[in-house]
Structure formats: C-alpha cells, structure tokens
C-alpha cells in the first residue's frame, strides 16, 4: 500500500508569547491509501497542530512529514498552497463563503486549482449530488441547514478530487441525526476509496473509522485498527 | 486562479458592501470630475483667449513701450490688456513720436513701416450720448497698411490724407452689445474730450470732430491692433490735442512674420545706442504665447488642488480596505486552506481597487465634463463674463467651449485607477502575508 502521509519525530513547538509551548513531541503515523484514521484525543493533545501540518496549513518545527511523497518541510509558501489543493479540508464550523451559493462554493476550490468554467461547473453538480444536495445548489449557506452546509463542504473538498479528505470535527456543530447522516456520506466516500483522516474528541465518532490514533500531550499514545 | 476569476471574486466582495464601495468610489469621483472639470475648462479658456488674441494679431508686428520687461500699451483699456502692464519703470526715458524714423533706419531690410500711437482715455459725444472711449491717434494710412484686415470700415471711409477733425470709431463705440444699436454713424459730428491732468488745475479738453467711418467688427482682444472699443484720430491732431510729441508704443511692421526676422529686429532696437534699456520690444505671438504658459501654469495649480481630494479618496480606499481585510481574515484563511496563493490573495484585494478606480473614474470623467460644460454655460450667460477681458465682455460674455483632450481623458483615468490601486498595495499585501492557521483561527 501507498502511504498518503508519513511522519517521523514529528515536532512543533508555538512561542506564546515568550514561552515556548511544546505542541507536538514527536509523532510517528503512517496513514494509507484508502485508510480511515480518526485521530481523537481531548483539547491540548496536539490533534489540531497535528491536522494543520498534515493540511499543510504549517510546517514542523523538527521531524519529516511526507504528503503523497513530498516533504513538507522544505516547501515554500506557494508550494505549500498547491499541495493543500490535494488535501480536501472539512471543518467543524464549515467555512463556507455566506456570499456564495452552495455551487459557487464548489467550484471556488475548482477556480483555484485552475480548473476551466465549464469543467468546474458540471464537476460541481456531480459533487453535490454525491452528498445528495442537487436540488439546493443554488441555496447560499445561510439558507441551508448545518448538516447541508458541512456536505456543501464535503462536496467543495471533494472538487479538487484530493489525495486524501481532513476533517475537523465534522460533526461537532451539527445535530445527532444530521451527524449520522454527514458520517454515512464520508463512510461511503471511504468504501469508493477515498482516504479520510478525521480528528475528533467524540470517542462514538472514532468508532466509525477504520483506525484509532489516541493523542495526549503532542504525542500518539495508542494507534488501533477499529473492529467494525 | 485566472484573472477572469479573480476579477469576479473581486466584484462579489464589492457587491456584498455595496453602500461601503459606493462612498469609498465617491472619493474617486469627486476627485477625477475636479480634474477632468477644471483641466478641460482651462483648456477651452486657453484656446478662447488665444482665439481672442488671434482676432486681427498682426504676427509680423512687434511693439515697442518704454520699460523694461513691459506687457503692454495695447489697444485701448477697453481691450482688456491695453495699460494695465503698462511696466513703466523709473525712468525719464520717453518715445517720440519722431523715433519712428529712428526705428525704421535700424534695420532697414527687415523693417517696412514703423508707426507711432498716442493714446488717452477720453469721452465721445454727440448730442444724444456720451461714450467713455479710448482715444487712438494714428497715422491712418500706415496703421491700413499694418492692419489691412482689420482696420477696415464697416460704413463711410477711412481717409488717407484726413482732415485734422476726421474721426474713425470702432464698432462697439456705436453698438455696444452689437445688437444693432447707432449711437453714432459716419457723417455725424461729435464732440471729442480728454482731461488734460497735466496743467493745474486739470482742464477737460475738446474738439469738434466728424466721423468719417465706423470700423466693422474686429473680435477679440485687440491686442496691438484695431480695437473695437477705440476711436481713432490723426496722429497730428492726437499731437496738438493732447499737447505732446510723446507716443506709448510704437508699431513696428517687419517684412516678414519670421522668428529670425522678429528676434533679429527685437536685439537690434532693444540694444541700440537710442533705446539701449529704455524699451521693450514684444511680438504679437509672445504675448499669445506668454498668456498660453500662465493659463497652463495656472491650469497646473489647479488640478493640484483637486488632486489633493484625490489623495483624500486614495487614504479612505485604505482605510476601508483595511477594515474589509480585518473583516475578511477568516475568509482569506479558507481561500488559503482551498490552495489560494498569496499572490492570488493580493490579485483579488487589487482588483477590487481597480475595479473601484474604474468604476469612480469613468463616473468621475462624465461628472467633470458635465460640470465643465455646465461651467461653460454660465460663462455663456454673462454670469462670470464681467471680469473677463474688460470691456469686450461686458458687452457679450466670453464663450468657453471645454475641450477633454484625449491626455486629460487617459490620464485621468489612469490617474483615478493608479491611485486606488496604489492605496491598496499596503492592505492587499497584508491580506497576502496572513498565515492560513491563524486567519482561520481568527473570530
């Protein structure tokens, strides 16, 4: 199998301040193709940091961390934001733009990667139909409910067809059931092949993935296959 | 990101604030219509003015007045610049009638007529009016010859060899506002008088006098030559009336309208051993000239204020780009998370200065050209007419027609647009230098 992200020793210290705060202390994880890895570990424990490296939202203080194969690290910064166009990010409070329509959203990520009008928008009805949202595609965020914007979200990080989706607490803002039917959408995703990397506190939401990797204190302290 | 893209993301911000982008264009607009206004009514006064000088400007003339560096000694202080640059200086030094011949024996090859004129504010009578002129002694057949377009008469005739009490009246004399007015007709016997303040107490002088013609309309200024706003009588009687072999200018006619020609004779009369620092010597196209720069000086002075208010709009563009860009932090840091280059982060806080530059110079540039022309109008009426070119304009106001030069349009256009994207550099370049963990962290 093809390790979509491989870290070694993996380090990143934040100055708050002047003091220096020890975010990650060294992280070994090797996350395969097609593998679905919730990372849950309670606030504090380097989850987040350690989400934000993978998304190469940041670089590491010290260690290697490899995305499909390239060392984050020694990435500039326009380097950094072509790698994130392969990482396809869902997070806790959507972030979706409120001006846009929910197709709009899509395809924003598709504009960035350069992606023709008329590619980007048939590629874009395909994505939200996939999280079943066809017919509200020409809704803006604001007349949507939380559960239809984190799949708005999903289909926008599928648009790029990415290496890999990371997700931030997909579910932490939106109902149980609405929560449910957002974690049937990514499970799916999963069995068509897609990686997921999700980071949760929620032990329930952990559960569903393929694998477990425990955080506490910056490093992993367990990193368990799932028995579904 | 291509271009189209960032341009419509551009557009999308702006039209989410519209209230916001309408105010900070505003800024724009006022400043662009201030400069487009006053650069193309400057413009169209200089090419009136010049217009108006050109009426009847003899170009192979010069004159020369006593003084150094002096205007004038036009045509008469209804003209509009006749006395009022008279320059004078401290010295004893007068021109004679008689230096005429002095001139003319300077350069004989370059020089075919030298013409002495004596002139005096006066009044014109006749039993039903009484009209403040300027009173013009000239040798009639010399001063047809200088000014054989414009010394012309409308109705009798101008004499060559007038009797001492002929009298030849410019066109507004008789018919101020032209509107077909005759307060006086060739034929008519009118009374001349001057105030002689030489002797104590001062004493009005007069004579009977006959009009022998009235000229047709000359136009203009009359900057050094007929003046519709002038009377005219022979230079003798001019000597014996007012008492003195003294003249103001003297006209030179040169063979040509040459520069050489015109500076050669210039140095020769300005330096000779009679005049030596004693006169000036002006040609009728300096004076166009020397007007042309102060307008233009004048015109610079202008657009510099109103650009002032352009900066003023430049300094509110950054203003509330900064604040779009506080307000905006969380949404640069999802476009960051999408894959958006910081480059593409500055293109689209660019562009929405651009788009605000073109948006506020295109209304700016129709705003002012309305304005110059509403400007213009008022001119047209009379309203700011008095003070423009003395007595010709109080007869009918001066007509500016506003010129927008394709400069003044483009440069105001990519002024208007420079400025906005120049005062958006410093906001859109720190909007590109967020760090995408931290504008996403941001509440």
């Known amino acids: ?228 | 990101m291509k271009a189209r893209d960032i341009f419509g993301y551009s557009f999308s911000a702006i039209r989410l604030r519209k209230l916001r982008a309408g105010l900070t264009t505003l800024g724009v607009v006022i400043g662009i219509a201030a400069i487009v206004a006053l650069l193309s009514i400057t413009q169209g006064l200089q090419n009136t003015i010049t217009g108006e000088l050109q009426k009847g400007l003899a170009t192979d003339t010069l004159i020369v007045t006593v003084g150094g560096g002096a205007f004038g000694g036009g045509q008469g202080d209804g003209g509009g610049f006749g006395g009022g640059f008279d320059g004078g200086g401290d010295s004893d030094f007068t021109l004679l009638v008689n230096d005429t011949q002095t001139i003319m024996d300077l350069s004989p090859g370059n020089i075919t007529a030298a013409l002495a004129v004596i002139q005096r504010s006066g009044n014109i009578s006749s039993t039903e009016t009484n009209r403040t002129t300027t009173i013009v002694g000239v040798d009639f057949t010399e001063y047809k010859s200088i000014y054989s377009s414009t010394f012309v008469a409308e109705s009798g005739e101008i004499p060559d060899s007038p009797e001492n009490n002929s009298v030849v009246i410019g066109k507004r004399v008789t018919d101020p506002r032209l509107n077909g007015t005759t307060l006086f007709s060739a034929g008519d016997t009118v009374t001349i008088f001057w105030l002689n303040s030489s002797v104590r107490p001062p004493v009005i002088e007069n004579y009977t006098a006959r009009v022998a013609a009235v000229l047709e309309e000359v136009g203009g200024f009359g900057f050094g030559g007929p003046s519709d706003t002038s009377i005219y009588i022979p230079i003798i009687q001019a000597q014996g009336f007012f008492a003195t072999d003294q003249c103001d200018t003297i006209i030179v006619k040169l063979v040509n309208s040459e520069e050489s020609t015109i500076d050669y004779v210039s140095e020769k009369i300005e330096k000779s051993e009679e005049f030596a620092g004693e006169v000036s010597v002006i040609s009728s196209t300096a004076v166009v000239e020397l007007l042309q720069s102060i307008i233009s000086l004048i015109s610079l002075f202008l657009v510099g204020i109103a650009a002032i208010s352009l900066l003023v709009a430049g300094i509110g563009i950054m203003n509330i780009m900064i604040v779009s860009l506080i307000e905006r932090t969380r949404e640069i840091g999802i476009l960051k998370a999408l894959g958006m280059r910081s480059r593409t982060v500055l293109g689209i806080f660019l562009g929405e200065s651009v788009i605000i530059g073109v948006i506020g110079a295109t209304i700016g540039i129709v705003l002012g050209w309305g304005l110059a022309n509403i400007v213009a109008i008022l001119f047209g009426t009379g309203l700011f007419g008095g003070g423009m070119g003395g007595g010709q304009a109080a007869g009918g106001a001066l007509t500016i027609t506003p010129v927008l030069t394709p400069t003044v349009f483009l440069g105001a256009f990519g002024f208007g647009i420079g400025v906005s994207v120049i005062f958006a550099l410093y906001p859109a370049w720190r909007a590109s230098k967020l760090k995408p963990v931290e504008a996403l962290r941001y509440e």
Do not use: C
């Open chain 1, 1 to 228: 199998m093809n390790a979509i992200v491989e870290s070694v020793n993996l380090q990143k210290t934040y100055m708050l301040g002047k003091v220096p705060v020890e975010a990650l202390r060294g992280v070994n994880l090797k996350i395969e193709k097609g593998d679905f890895v919730a990372i849950l570990g309670p606030s504090g424990s380097g989850k987040s940091t350690l989400l934000n490296l993978i998304g190469a939202l940041d670089k590491p203080t010290s260690g290697t961390l490899l995305i499909d194969g390239v060392d984050v690290s020694k990435l500039n910064d326009n380097q950094l934001a072509d790698l994130r166009r392969k990482v396809g990010f869902v997070f806790q409070f959507f972030n979706l733009i409120p001006r846009f329509a929910a197709i709009d959203n899509v395809e924003l990520s598709m504009s960035i990667a350069n992606i023709s009008r008329s590619e980007r928008k048939k590629h874009a009805e395909d994505m939200l139909e996939t999280v079943g949202l066809k017919d509200r595609m020409k809704h803006k965020p604001a007349e949507l409910s939380g559960g239809q914007q984190q799949r708005v979200a999903i289909a926008r990080a599928l648009a790029n067809n990415p290496s890999f989706l990371l997700l931030d607490e997909p579910t932490g803002n939106i109902d149980s059931k609405t929560a449910h039917e957002v974690m049937e959408i990514i499970k799916k995703l999963n069995e068509k092949g897609v990686t997921i990397i999700m980071v949760t506190h929620d032990q329930h939401l952990a559960r569903e993935a393929k694998r477990t990797v425990q955080m506490m204190d910056g490093v992993i302290t367990s990193d368990e296959a799932n028995h579904l």
